[in-house]
């Protein structure tokens, strides 16, 4: 007796209830393996919001706090550090590159970060990406601006539009650089990081706008420097934020984090992004960890809807089995047929989940990528998905056993009994 075709043919007899226990399983399976991936790509993400980078420096202050306003541009900086001390450090015959950045203005709750060129061309992102732009071009101008993707959707920003610049990060400010509009030059491509919803200047930017300010207090009327003439000054930078850090080799990276640490003439912090981006994530990861164990009450729940559709119709098919009997299956196949049926219910069901999760993944990636700027890497199934995969058959086959076993205590006379 071939208990597998029998099975199928027992299956095919009840399809409909059949494909609705093997889809609430698939979708179980699907939205588990959903959940674990975006979990995962999202702490690569996260992780990778900045990539390249050996060291961030900035005023003393904690390693997480640094990581905070400087990439992430949460929060405030202790301190800033002045020009002469970054040009210092910048001059060590170990520093490959550095990106500086200076904080403190926003646009309509919109961090503005002066830089410099080389944040367009030095900052990588993700696995190594540099900045593109997705129309117009890097700041040359005095009054010049590039803005992320969010800003430009969110605000419905054009090129060559002109923007207000605020002085703090409140939302609201009211102290607005009305008398030095900027203009848009270009709009980045969308990244899934911080970018995404910052302003670009350049340092020179940020110091005309701040160049007839004396200690935070905006100028005294009449007092007040014009952008034209703003323009034809010579602007150095007095002091900026923070900055990053590429060096030659690797090698240096601990040597020059020390030289940064017990620098005297200012206090500094030198931190190595990726190992604080990995202490931040331990902290906010208690989020995913009660994500995934929803998936997983899900997967249970689909499993026990299984478990109760085949002990239901058990009693619908006291008479196929007690034929069975009557044609000669014993006990032990009417039990085998049983769990046949269920380890059909768990493989469908995985098979179909699997191939629900990588459909969608291969249609939705270029869209989550573009919009969201979640990077869905397209991976044949890794150690996770296998064991989840053995674990739903095996859990398929031992909830089966429980019908099987009522299956195979049913005797023959109970099958041609007429219960009323």
Not at 66 to 83: D, E, K, P, Q, R
Not at 237 to 246: C, D, E, L, N
């Amino acid at each position: 007796m071939n208990i597998a075709l029998l099975a199928w043919k027992s299956l095919k007899n009840r399809k409909t209830t059949a494909i609705l226990t093997i889809l609430s399983i698939a979708v179980s399976v699907a939205l588990l393996l959903g959940v674990e991936r975006i979990r995962v790509e999202a702490k690569n993400s996260f992780t990778s919001t900045l990539s390249g980078t050996d060291l961030i420096v900035g005023a003393r202050s904690s390693p997480i706090n640094l990581l905070l306003y400087s990439v992430f541009h949460i929060g405030n900086a202790t301190n800033n550090v002045s020009w002469q001390t970054y040009q210092e450090l910048n001059s060590d015959p170990a520093v490959a590159w550095s990106i500086p950045i200076s904080l403190g203005d926003s646009h309509r709750g919109f961090r503005v970060v002066g830089t410099d060129s080389l944040m367009f061309k030095r900052f990588r992102y993700a696995d190594g990406r540099l900045l593109e732009f997705s129309e117009g071009r890097a700041f040359s101008g005095l009054y010049d601006a590039v803005i992320g993707s969010e800003v430009a959707a969110k605000l419905n920003y054009q090129l060559n539009q002109k923007i207000i610049l605020s002085h703090g990060i409140e939302k609201k400010s009211l102290q607005d650089h009305t008398d030095k509009p900027f203009q848009i030059s270009g709009i980045l491509e969308r990244t899934g990081t911080p970018i995404d919803r910052a302003i670009l200047v350049s340092l020179e930017g940020i110091e005309a706008l701040h160049i007839d300010w004396a200690n935070g207090a905006p100028p005294i009327p009449g007092f007040s420097v014009s952008a034209t003439k703003a323009e034809a000054m010579n602007l150095k930078p007095a002091s900026i934020t923070a900055w990053f850090v590429g060096l030659k080799s690797k090698i240096a990276v601990f040597s020059y984090q020390r030289k940064v640490n017990d620098y005297r003439d200012e206090a500094l912090t030198a931190i190595l992004p990726g190992v604080v981006l990995q202490d931040l994530w331990r902290l906010i990861g208690s989020a995913e960890k009660a994500l995934l164990a929803v998936s997983i009450m899900v997967i249970i729940a689909g499993l026990i809807g299984m478990l109760t559709t085949v002990l239901t119709s058990l009693n619908e098919r006291r008479r196929e089995m007690a034929i069975l009997r009557s044609v000669g299956a014993r006990p032990g196949h009417i039990f085998l047929l049983m769990i046949t049926e269920s380890i059909i219910y768990g493989a469908a069901g995985t098979l179909l989940g699997f191939s629900l999760v990588y459909g969608l993944q291969a249609v939705l990636h270029p869209v989550l990528e573009s919009q969201l700027g979640l990077h869905l890497s397209l991976a044949w199934p890794g150690v996770f998905e296998w064991i989840l995969a053995t674990l739903v058959l095996i859990s398929s086959t031992i909830l089966g056993a429980i019908p099987a076993w009522r299956a195979y205590k049913t005797s023959l006379a109970d099958g041609l009994t007429i219960k009323l």
